[in-house]
Structure formats: structure tokens, C-alpha cells
């Protein structure tokens, strides 16, 4: 059972301890087992989330955009329990968020209700093979004819590329240069061409895609023209955060293993736990997931509660936690031995699990970047 003595804290309303004790019942006993099919395991995992009622918490509900601590504390249980799990979640919010905060009438009523029961699946389509962190430039382009837009190009790394009934994509429309010039497209999966499935170290569906002349009706683009770029910066700006809050799941978890392992180990008379070397340790990375902890929770409550511009908390929130994360998973790693590294153990799941939230949805380094640029607004 993880540590929850945090939800003490005053970020959170009962509705969110609620919703932690009962995640954390469902993944002890109805989280749907792995079969070892990765597509089959996700589309089960996203059933499974949407009947339990869970995906609701990943889109608008008519009124309110979603409960930014609500999704933390369901992303930091289900990581808790299994990468996939969380992965399931993750991607039908990120995949429906510009039409959960942009989206018209028709539009949410068409998808979102689809998306909450699980009966589709999401997926968010930036990344390009020649531009990723610089989505500014990103080149596949979207031309109106008629009542249509015609999209080309290639899109790669998408995450659910192979599963998902729809994939949000970006496209140039060209109103403006860089930035200015990119739009948001609901575009269905019969639209979207497989080029080519792509392996991780941490198995997930994902794939190039390809748009040949894919051919989408007029009211399929979510805003205005060239309103691409605030779109998609403002979805992940809602879900930064929760990457986060994976990365302090996954943490949790390499600390409790750590501290069964230690505890249970003979060294000498006694047990590895009885090191102080190793009490150091357990007491480095318990501190590591209590910052984590703080920040990602004040972010999210920022966030939800309004009233401030939470970008800076949001990627300090991300940044540490990703980095702290791949600390405490790889000390976990290394008190388990070599146990660490045997194929099965929980720990060398975990070290595999964690290396690409430090890279996707802005990689630590633009996260730096958007802490400093906040920081020397307030400066000069
Ligand atoms: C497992 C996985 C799932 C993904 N899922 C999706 C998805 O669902 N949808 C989607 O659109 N994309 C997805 N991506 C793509 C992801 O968003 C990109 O990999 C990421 O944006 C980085 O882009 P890039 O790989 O092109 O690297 P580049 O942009 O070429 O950057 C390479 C490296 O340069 C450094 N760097 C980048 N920017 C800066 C900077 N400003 N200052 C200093 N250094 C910098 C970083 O270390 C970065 O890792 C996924 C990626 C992975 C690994």
C-alpha cells in the first residue's frame, strides 16, 4: 500500500482523497490483467478506466475544464500500479484536451462522451520526424478546398498511433509565419495511413503516421485558422503537470520496493537496512518524492484554483519530478543488486518506464527554459 499521507495536505478537497482510495481499490482488484498484446492490453486498460467511470475525470464536463488534481492523483496511483495503466489514461486526456478547452458544442457532443466511456481512443498528433521540441516549424499542412481540408505529411512518436479512433493533429494552414500559421484538426483514424509501428524501451503503442491528401470535413478544425499553436501549448500546458505526477508514481513505487528489499535482504547479522549507508539512501529518496510531491500538488491546486498564471509551477513541477524520478527509480535499481536488472523485476520495469517523460510533452531542457524566461520577466 503506497504512502497517501500527503492527501493530508490542504491541496486537496474530501472529492480527491475519495477518488485516490477508491483508484486505488480498483487497480488492487479490477485492473485488467496484461496478456502480453500491447494493443489488446491498452484497449482494454481504456474500457476497463471508461467503465469504471475514471475517464471522466480526462474531459470538460459541459461547464469545467478538467480537475487538474483530480488527473495528478489518478496518474500518480495508476503509475503506482502499472506504466500502461497510466499510459491508457494519460492519452485520453491529452488526446481530447483542445476539444475539451476549444472544442464547439457539436464537436464535444460528437467526441468527448465517446472518449469518458472508453468506446474511443485518443491520440495528440504534434511531433514530426524533422521537428519535435520546435513545434513551430512544424511542416505537415492542412489546405481548404470546398467544404473540405486536405491534410499532408508525416507525423512520428505518436503515442496510441495504431489504436486511436482519432488523432488531434496540427497542421500549417499558414495564416502567418511559424507559430502563427498552424491550426487544430479532429482528424478520424480512416483518414490517417500507419507508416510504420515504433518500439520503446517501455512498451506502448506508438507509430508514424502519414496523411496523404487525407481528406476531412470543414468543421473539423477546432477554433480559428491559425490558432494551431495556443491550442496545442495550452493543452499541454493542462497536462504538464501530470507527467509529473507519473514520474512521482513511479517514484513511490521504486522507494516502497526499495524499502521491501532492504528490509528483507540478509547483510551481515542483520539486514541491508540496518546499513547506514543505505539508510542515507532510502532517506534521499524519500526526500526526492516528498519535493516532487509538494510541487506537483501546489501546481495542480494552482492550476484548478485559478487566479494565478501557473506556467513556471507547472514545468518546475514537471522538470523535478521527471529528474528526481530517474534518481530514485536508478538508487532502487542499484540497492536491489543485480536483482535490479533482471527482466520481470518491478525496479528494471521501472528504470525502463521512466526515461521518456524527461523527454515528451517539452523536454527538461524547454521546461528550463520556460522557469527562466518566467524568471527574467519579472526581472527586468
Ligand atoms: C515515448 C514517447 C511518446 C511520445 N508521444 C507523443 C505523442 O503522443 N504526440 C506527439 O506529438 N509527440 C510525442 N512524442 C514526441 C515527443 O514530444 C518529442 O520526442 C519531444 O518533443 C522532443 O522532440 P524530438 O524527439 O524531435 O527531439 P528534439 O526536439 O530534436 O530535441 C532533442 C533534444 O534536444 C534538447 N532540447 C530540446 N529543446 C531544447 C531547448 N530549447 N534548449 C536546449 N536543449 C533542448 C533536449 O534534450 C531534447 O531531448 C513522444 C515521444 C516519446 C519518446
Known amino acids: 500500500m503506497p504512502d497517501r499521507s500527503h492527501l493530508s495536505w490542504p491541496f486537496f478537497e474530501p472529492k480527491h482523497r475519495e477518488l485516490a482510495h477508491k483508484l486505488q481499490r480498483w487497480c488492487e482488484t479490477q485492473m485488467p490483467e496484461a496478456s502480453g498484446h500491447l494493443d489488446e492490453d491498452c484497449r482494454a486498460l481504456v474500457q476497463a478506466l471508461g467503465s469504471a467511470g475514471f475517464l471522466k475525470l480526462s474531459v470538460a464536463d459541459g461547464k469545467h475544464r478538467p480537475d487538474v488534481r483530480s488527473l495528478a492523483i489518478a496518474r500518480e496511483t495508476l503509475a503506482y500500479h502499472s506504466a500502461l495503466a497510466d499510459f491508457a489514461f494519460a492519452m485520453q486526456g491529452l488526446g481530447s484536451g483542445a476539444i475539451s478547452l476549444f472544442g464547439t458544442v457539436e464537436q464535444k457532443r460528437e467526441w468527448l462522451p465517446r472518449v469518458a466511456s472508453g468506446e474511443a481512443i485518443a491520440a495528440f498528433a504534434m511531433t514530426e520526424p524533422e521537428c519535435g521540441s520546435d513545434a513551430a516549424n512544424m511542416q505537415t499542412s492542412a489546405m481548404r478546398d470546398g467544404n473540405e481540408w486536405v491534410i499532408v505529411g508525416e507525423k512520428t512518436l505518436i503515442s496510441n498511433g495504431g489504436i486511436a479512433d482519432f488523432y488531434l493533429t496540427f497542421a500549417r494552414t499558414g495564416e502567418g509565419e511559424g507559430a502563427r500559421g498552424l491550426s487544430a484538426f479532429i482528424v478520424p483514424a480512416e483518414n490517417v495511413q500507419i507508416a510504420e509501428r515504433i518500439e520503446v524501451v517501455a512498451p506502448h503503442p506508438l507509430a508514424r503516421l502519414k496523411y496523404d491528401n487525407a481528406r476531412i470535413p470543414a468543421d473539423s478544425i477546432i477554433g480559428e485558422a491559425g490558432e494551431g499553436f495556443r491550442i496545442g501549448m495550452e493543452t499541454l500546458n493542462l497536462f504538464r503537470v501530470t507527467v509529473g505526477a507519473a514520474a512521482l508514481g513511479f517514484a513511490r513505487r521504486a522507494l516502497d520496493e526499495a524499502l521491501g528489499f532492504a528490509t528483507s535482504r ?115
Open 266 to 380: 540478509r547483510f551481515g547479522s542483520g539486514t541491508l537496512a540496518d546499513n547506514p549507508v543505505t539508510q542515507a539512501k532510502l532517506a534521499d529518496m524519500a526526500l526526492g518524492v516528498d519535493a516532487s510531491a509538494l510541487l506537483i500538488y501546489r501546481a495542480a491546486w494552482q492550476q484548478d484554483v485559478g487566479g494565478t498564471d501557473n506556467r513556471r509551477a507547472a514545468a518546475m513541477a514537471k522538470l523535478h519530478a521527471t529528474e528526481s524520478a530517474q534518481r530514485v527509480i536508478d538508487a532502487s535499481v542499484q540497492m536491489h543488486g543485480g536483482a535490479g536488472v533482471t527482466r520481470g523485476v518491478k525496479v528494471e520495469e521501472l528504470y525502463r518506464d521512466i526515461r521518456a517523460l524527461r523527454i515528451y510533452e517539452g523536454a527538461s531542457e524547454v521546461q528550463r527554459q520556460i522557469i527562466a524566461k518566467d524568471l527574467l520577466k519579472g526581472a527586468s
